[in-house]
């Protein structure tokens, strides 16, 4: 991963999980497929495929763990400003059932 996942956009950071997840299946589907030609190997392939996957997959964890990070902000600041909303809402209400008693 050339830049840190804090500096990607969105956009980005959802392509970038794409890819490393693709990656990361293509490798295990490479696995698979020495495993049924070789079954002898099978858990040799599978050991080498974990292994390279292993970066993809630690790649990916700090991906989503921002975009997690980002999108429990975003649901903070919404559940603010609803909040607010609720509360100058209410106040307004109140005032206006006030000014016609």
């Known amino acids: ?20 997840q693709k990656r990361a299946f293509e490798i295990y589907e490479d696995a698979a ?8 190997q099978a858990t040799a ?6 292994a390279a996957a292993a970066p993809l997959i630690a790649q990916a964890k700090a991906v989503n763990d921002e975009r997690v990070r980002r999108l429990r902000l975003r649901a903070r600041i919404w559940r603010r400003t609803a909040l607010a909303i609720a509360i ?7 005032w206006f059932w006030l000014a016609r008693s």
């Not at 100058?88 to 109140?94: E, K, N, Q």
């Open 33 to 40: 497929l020495r495993a049924e030609t070789h079954p002898a």
């Open 1 to 20: 991963m050339a830049r840190d996942p804090c500096e990607l956009s969105h956009a980005e950071l959802d392509a970038l999980l794409q890819q490393l």
């Open 88 to 94: 100058i809402g209410s106040a307004a209400l109140a």
């Open 45 to 50: 392939a599978y050991a080498r495929a974990e």
